[in-house]
C-alpha cells in the first residue's frame, strides 16, 4: 500500500481561457509561481520522501519550490505529462472550430478511442498514465511520495479509482495546485481526500481569462529551460 499526493500545476496563461494546452512546454504564470510559492508551505509538514513530476516546464516550475524547501530532487516522468492534443495544441477553441471543425466536432463527443490528429487518445493517455502511477507506487512502497503533475492525469485517476467510463467530459474538481490523496494498493486506487486548495484562501483571485491574442503573444516569448535535477 502506497499513498501519492496528486498536485496539479500552477497556473499558466492559457489555463486563462479555453485553449488545448496539452503537452506544450508553457512556464507557469506570477499566480502560478504565487501558487506553487503557497504550495511549498503546505507541503513543508508532510514528511515527504520523494517528489516526481511530468518533465513539462510548467510542473517543473511547481515542483520546484517544495524540492528547494525540502533538498529533495524531482524525479522527472514523462509518462505523467498531459494527453497530447496533437493538431489542437496551443489553439483556442474557435481557432479549432476554425481550423478543424470535423476533429473538434469529433472531440466534443469526449469518446475514448477519438484522437485528435497527431494526438493521442483518451483510451491510450489513460493507459500511459495509471500504468505510470501504479508503477510508481510500487516502486516507492512505503514512502510519502508527491507527484506533480496535469489536470487530465488526475481525471483518469479520478475515473479509476470510482469506476468511471473513459468517455464522457471531465466532471472532477481540479484546481491549480489543488492536493489530492489517493491509495493505491495492487491494481486498486482509492480517493481519500481531492481538490483541496486551502492554502490558497487569502492570494488574489486567479487571473482572469486573456484575449487569445495576447496569450499567442505571450507564447511566441523565449522560455528560459529549468534545470531541476533527474534522477
Known amino acids: 500500500m502506497t499513498e501519492l499526493i496528486l498536485i496539479?500545476?500552477?497556473?499558466?496563461?492559457?489555463?486563462?481561457?479555453?485553449?488545448?494546452?496539452?503537452?506544450?512546454?508553457?512556464?507557469?504564470?506570477?499566480?502560478?509561481?504565487?501558487?506553487?510559492?503557497?504550495?511549498?508551505?503546505?507541503?513543508?509538514?508532510?514528511?515527504?520522501?520523494l517528489i516526481a513530476c511530468s518533465d513539462l516546464l510548467r510542473t517543473r516550475q511547481t515542483a520546484a519550490p517544495v524540492s528547494q524547501?525540502?533538498?529533495?530532487?524531482?524525479?522527472?516522468?514523462?509518462?505523467?505529462?498531459?494527453?497530447h492534443f496533437g493538431a489542437f495544441e496551443g489553439l483556442s477553441f474557435d481557432e479549432c472550430i476554425a481550423r478543424h471543425p470535423e476533429a473538434f466536432a469529433a472531440w466534443q463527443r469526449h469518446t475514448?478511442?477519438?484522437?485528435?490528429?497527431?494526438?493521442?487518445?483518451?483510451?491510450?493517455?489513460?493507459?500511459?498514465?495509471?500504468?505510470a502511477i501504479r508503477a510508481?507506487?510500487?516502486?516507492?512502497?512505503?514512502?510519502?511520495?508527491?507527484?506533480?503533475?496535469?489536470?487530465?492525469?488526475?481525471?483518469?485517476?479520478?475515473?479509476?479509482?470510482?469506476?468511471?467510463?473513459?468517455?464522457?467530459?471531465?466532471?472532477?474538481?481540479?484546481?491549480n495546485t489543488g492536493i489530492n490523496?489517493?491509495?493505491?494498493?495492487?491494481?486498486?486506487l482509492q480517493v481519500l481526500a481531492w481538490g483541496d486548495d486551502a492554502h490558497l484562501a487569502d492570494l488574489p483571485a486567479a487571473q482572469a481569462p486573456a484575449p487569445a491574442a495576447d496569450i499567442a503573444e505571450r507564447l511566441q516569448a523565449p522560455i528560459a529551460p529549468a534545470s531541476p535535477s533527474a534522477r
Open 8 to 49: 496539479r500545476h500552477g497556473q499558466t496563461e492559457l489555463n486563462r481561457g479555453p485553449f488545448f494546452q496539452g503537452q506544450i512546454d508553457v512556464p507557469l504564470n506570477a499566480t502560478g509561481l504565487a501558487q506553487a510559492e503557497r504550495l511549498a508551505g503546505r507541503l513543508a509538514g508532510e514528511g515527504l520522501e
Open 69 to 83: 524547501r525540502l533538498a529533495l530532487d524531482p524525479i522527472l516522468e514523462a509518462a505523467l505529462r498531459e494527453q
Open 112 to 131: 475514448a478511442g477519438f484522437a485528435v490528429p497527431g494526438g493521442e487518445s483518451v483510451s491510450r493517455f489513460h493507459e500511459r498514465v495509471i500504468g
Open 136 to 175: 510508481l507506487a510500487t516502486r516507492h512502497r512505503g514512502r510519502r511520495v508527491a507527484v506533480v503533475t496535469h489536470g487530465g492525469v488526475l481525471d483518469m485517476v479520478w475515473r479509476t479509482a470510482y469506476g468511471l467510463p473513459l468517455s464522457g467530459p471531465r466532471d472532477c474538481p481540479t484546481p
Open 181 to 188: 490523496r489517493i491509495r493505491v494498493e495492487g491494481d486498486a
